[in-house]
């Protein structure tokens, strides 16, 4: 069985991303199984509309899941996949909380 795209931290979570620059609009596409990631196969597709230059992708990645979880954008911190489509995003808080809460606003299910 394939770990979810949400991983408990000891002061947070962290999100394992799949990014696609360059598209057509900003957008969250729910899980995808992603047979190109080493250690997880399940990541949270993310959508966004900037180029992968400058860090430019990056950037609107966390905006865009700031927005979408209603929380401070310095609440999240990207800790790997700068320059990969494979991402992963910690966000800062109570573990317990933030699963439940990033769970229910992304409809993803345990």
């Not at 979810?4 to 962290?14: F, N, T, Y």
């Amino acid at each position: 069985m394939s770990a979810g795209p949400i991983e408990r931290a000891g002061d947070g979570v962290r999100l394992h991303l799949k990014a696609t620059p360059k598209a057509a609009a900003d957008r969250l596409g729910g899980v995808v199984d992603d047979q190109g990631a080493r250690a997880r196969s399940r990541r949270l597709a993310v959508r966004v509309t900037a180029p992968p230059a400058d860090g430019a992708a990056n950037a609107a990645v966390l905006k865009l899941l700031a927005k979408a979880l209603s929380l401070r954008k310095t609440s999240l911190t990207l800790i790997s996949g700068a320059a990969s489509r494979h991402k992963v995003v910690h966000v800062a808080g109570d573990p317990d909380r933030l699963t439940a809460e990033i769970t229910a606003r992304l409809g993803l299910g345990s």
